[in-house]
């Protein structure tokens, strides 16, 4: 996988989103094994050193978004993610993570073509960064993009927040941005 100029480093990300200034792992004390809320496993996740000593350390809150896309149908898949950040926002989580080519399925291209695969930030992906922005939440979210220059399709993975952060493309020699 190569990363687009387009996308900061993982602590360039972390940090402009204000989480915390390191990405080194520490762990956390396990949640209580009788409850099985989610709200009782946020702290699951505590990252690197804190912003000072005063402000404690802080925890990053996942959600991956176990979704059921169907194959060929991008609307309905949009909107399950819509939702699912929606749900995950709710829960309190700060990052939401979707599945690879989560919106047309795999082998969709028999049934739908490529056609309606667009140069990225389309319509839908500036609308769901709209969303992620007024949720305060980063969505990592999989979308088929076209290069306008060659034409040429990517299976990209988009970093969405407050805007659109950047994307990676998962292919070899693919074209500069």
């Not at 404690?56 to 991956?64: E, I, K, M, P």
């Not at 909107?79 to 950040?85: A, D, K, M, N, R």
Request: aromatic share 6%; glycine share 8%; with cysteine.
């Amino acid at each position: 996988m190569r990363i687009c100029s387009l996308l900061p480093s993982a602590t360039e990300i972390v940090a402009d989103l204000g989480l915390v200034e390191s990405l080194s792992a520490r762990s956390a004390p396990s949640p209580p094994t009788t409850s099985t809320s989610p709200a009782d496993h946020r702290k699951a996740a505590t990252l690197g050193p804190a912003g000072s000593p005063s402000s404690g350390d802080r925890s990053l809150t996942v959600a991956f978004l176990h979704l059921a896309p169907e194959l060929a149908e991008v609307d309905r898949n949009r909107s399950l993610i819509e939702y699912g950040t929606r749900v995950a926002a709710d829960s309190g989580a700060a990052w939401v993570l979707s599945g690879e080519l989560v919106v047309p399925g795999y082998r969709f291209e028999p049934l739908i073509g490529t056609n309606w695969i667009a140069e990225q930030p389309d319509s839908w992906m500036r609308r769901l960064a709209r969303l992620c922005s007024d949720l305060r939440v980063a969505s990592f979210v999989s979308h088929p993009e076209r290069e306008t220059l060659t034409g040429k399709l990517f299976n990209s993975l988009f970093v969405i927040g407050r805007p659109i952060l950047g994307s990676a493309v998962d292919t070899c020699g693919s074209p500069p941005r």
